[in-house]
Each structure stands twice: as structure tokens, then as C-alpha cells.
């Protein structure tokens, strides 16, 4: 991030590389009456020990959260807590993880990855939700399999966060068309409010939101039954729209040293990112 012009557009969607960044970022979105789900930016680590380090980084992320009193839950990739190397050795360390935030109070989203991991990222998830609650799963509407996953999901009484998905993927396995991802994830979020279940809407789409809304009006929910989710520095005024309308918003936060990846998507996603970053990188 210290790159001249590199740097200054990582910034728009990363809020440091460091925790106490993290936690100044979370302030500010608390400030603006916004809530927040802290990621330690890292994925597909080589050793038993780098997992091992990552998961003892993300209890000092839970400390701070507890100790600052902090609006805040965390979010991680199981391939950070070595899901290439031993799924026994995630499966503990994310258990860790979760047995520390269940005690003080919070929650850990476990986000996905690509689709050659889901199966044993909703086992995991699964397994461990029926010894503690404190842990939800994520699911991309871009994939074909997704209704069934959420079906399951909702049979176990597991959260669920509902994303548009941003890793690439065939056309045998996902929908190729953003019309058929758009109406896979209205079908989707429809499915989980009726759960009655709480659940997180990620979305920047305002008419993904507009019609979450009227889904949620229809169902008869409460704005506190549910949130909304977006991406740290994406779509501001948007954010600040729905905190005055009285909607729980959460604010995805990364941070780290290995912001590369994230910020990589980031830019794939949308053509406005990749003009934004190179702005700056001419500035």
C-alpha cells in the first residue's frame, strides 16, 4: 500500500493493513450509525503454522472487539485456517474461533471461496453449528446449486449471508447471465426471509435492495429482523440512505498486509472500480 497511486486506490475498498486501522475504520462506521464484520485479509496459506498464526491474529481481532467495545463481528476464509492442507486442522482452529466469539457475544461469518470448496465449507459449518450457533455461512447466486444449499442451511438453523458471488466460475456451474444471477438471488432472498431466521442481505444493487424491502414488508419483518451488507467504500451514499431509513446496515471491513487478492476482485466486479483505481493511479 505504500506504492504511490497503488496504494491510494487499495485504500478505497481496504481500511489498512493494520488492526488499529481496522478498528478506527469500525469507529468512523459507528459514527455514522453503521455496524461492521472485520476480515484479517489472507487466503490459501502453505503451512499448519501460518493457519495456526492466523487464527491466534483473528483472537486478538476478537479481543479488540470485546475490550473497545466494538460494533463488530468477524469474517473468515477457511483456506486461512489451512483448509488445503488439513480440513481437521480448520475444522479446529475455526472452532476455536467460534467458541471465543460465542463466549463474548459475537458472531463469525465464514465467507466462501470458490466453488471447489463449498461442499466442505457448508460440511464444517454445519458440524459445528450444532455445538455453536455463533457461526453463519455465505452463499454466492451466482451458482446453480445454491437454492439447494440454502434449503439445508435453513433445515440446521444456520444464518446465512447472500451474495451475488465474486470468483469465476463455468457456465456449468454458474449462472452466466447477471439476469439469471439477479433473479436466482431475489429468489434466493425471499426463501431465507420467510425462514424468519436472521439473515444478511449482501448487496449494493439498488434493486436487489428495493425489492428485499418490499419482501421483508409483505412478510411482515421488523427492520431489526434482518440487515443489509455492504463493502467497505463502495456505494456511500447508498449506505447512509439506509441507515436514515432506519435499516441495520454492516459494513464488510478488510484489512492486512494480503489486501492483493481482495482488492483484485474488487476491481473485476465492477467496470467503475477499475476506473477508480486507475485515477488514482495516474494522480
Known sequence: MRLPGAGRA?????????????VEAVRALQARGMVATLDHLGENVATLEQARAAREEYLEVLDAIRHQQLRSTISVKLTQLGMDISEEACRENLRVLVERAQQIGDFVEVDMEGSAYTDRTLA?????????????????????????????????????????????EPSTLAFPRKA???????????????????????????????????????????K???????????????QEQLVRDGYRLRIYVPFGRAWFPYFMRRLAERPANVWFALRSIIR
Open 124 to 168: 464444517i459449518i454445519t458440524q459445528l453449528h450444532r455445538e455453536y450457533p455463533a457461526v453463519g455461512a455465505v452463499i454466492q447466486a451466482y451458482l446453480y446449486r445454491s437454492e439447494s444449499d440454502v434449503r439445508e442451511l435453513l433445515r440446521h438453523g444456520v444464518s446465512v449471508r447472500l451474495c451475488k458471488g465474486a470468483y469465476r
Open 180 to 222: 439469471d444471477v439477479d433473479a436466482n438471488y431475489l429468489r434466493l432472498m425471499r426463501l431465507l426471509l420467510a425462514s424468519r431466521l436472521y439473515h444478511r442481505i449482501a448487496t449494493h444493487d439498488p434493486r436487489m435492495i428495493a425489492e428485499t424491502r418490499r419482501a421483508a414488508e409483505e412478510l411482515g419483518l421488523m
Open 10 to 22: 487499495a485504500r478505497q475498498f481496504i481500511a489498512g493493513e493494520t488492526l488499529q486501522k481496522a
Open 224 to 238: 431489526n429482523q434482518f440487515e443489509f451488507q455492504m463493502l467497505y467504500g463502495v456505494n456511500r451514499p447508498l
